[in-house]
């Protein structure tokens, strides 16, 4: 039994598993699913990218073991993105390393730096690896909010002043996964004066950095002076360049946690296949132009979601930046839950959500919609929730726009 082994018996069954079931077991049946609920990216990479790991993998000597930390062609390059996007200054070689993804980045961190026991910060509702990487490493949670308002920083003082021991890690993510909150630079600033003031380390979660909406890019807490002190900060092709499956990743900062990270790392790994490390730079040093494509088309598909839905009863606030949206159960059916709404949704309306329990109890009450289906597909998804929500006796006669 998989229970009889100390880290699993860590781990809770995964919520969002029993909907990612039935879609599949759906699909297997012929049914035809619209599937808002992973955020895996429907775009291809841009073609540039494709044929310099063509190019590459066709070189004899590519395919052997690759660094562990990343080439330092790759790490240049993401250097070279913090220093053209953030305007912040970051040696390749002590204060960057690649990872398989910013999940597995995260894990290894987690590895590295945490002992049983220590209490790491992390927000709920949140996307699980800022929660379970730590769990795994035998660390205890203490949730904090969210939502970066006032109640956050009261939070944060009571954890300090109520919790044996103290903490001595927080996770932060922003734009957030599943909510998509944003900051700005002053929250981070007053951020980074209280963890030095605490000695706490801060993890900054950034892969959707370029989804930023209605003209208001995102910041890096890297960017707050001395920020590099005490804080290390995440980073993906995944989402800006449509690589998921790629797993291309970078952590940034602080050099004592980027060399306890890359120590464990290299007990652990090889480093991503080298063709595609080269492919990374290519999108890294390469054109930009569609980075802001893909953002265009992400800020479409917002206002297509949000504009459609409340036309078929389902009022959705509008996300300003990542590519979820964020979305309070119809108070008509507040009462489901949200993993039952999940379900019915997915069986009556053939539309695939991610329950929001599934990122923390606080998200109880919430679905996360991921804007992975073309404009077209997100209208139909629509008209198939409105038939719902009417069968269900919700009045969606009453919408404008």
Known sequence: MTEDFYRIRRLPPYIIAEVNAMRAAARAAGEDIIDLGMGNPDLPPPPHVIAKLVEVAQKPDAHGYSASKGIPGLR???AGYYARRFGVDVDADSEVVVTMGSKEGLASLATAITAPGDVVLAPNPSYPIHTFGFIIAGATIRAVPTTPDERYFEALERAMNFTVPRPSILVVNYPSNPTAETVDLAFYERLVAWAKENKVWIISDLAYSELYYDGKPTVSILQVKGAKDVAIEFTSLSKTFSMAG?????AVGNKQLIAAMTRVKSYLDYGAFTPIQAAACAAL????????????????????????FARAGWDIPSPSASMFAWAPLPPALAHL????????????????????????????????IALVENEQRLRQAARNVKKYLQSMGVNTGLRVG
């Open 76 to 78: 240049k390059a993401q």
């Open 337 to 368: 839950g949200s993993l039952e709404f999940s379900k019915q949704l997915l069986t009556h309306a053939k539309v695939a959500v991610a329950p929001g329990v599934g990122y923390g109890e606080n998200g109880e009450g919430y679905v996360r």
């Open 246 to 250: 790629w797993r291309i990743g970078f």
């Open 285 to 308: 040093n390469g054109p930009q132009d569609i980075v802001a494509q893909n953002r265009e088309l992400y800020h479409k598909r917002r206002d297509v979601l949000v504009e459609s």
